[in-house]
């Protein structure tokens, strides 16, 4: 159980990492072609 919740805690925090880094990146090469 404690690690299924730590995995989630893990996933949780990369998604919110990655969201704005892919969002950014898109932008940057959508605005780039």
Not at 19 to 30: F, K, M, S, T
């Amino acid at each position: 159980m404690n690690a299924a919740l730590r995995l989630l805690g893990w996933l949780l925090a990369v998604t919110l990492v990655a969201l704005p880094v892919v969002a950014v990146v898109e932008g940057w090469i959508g605005a780039e072609r």
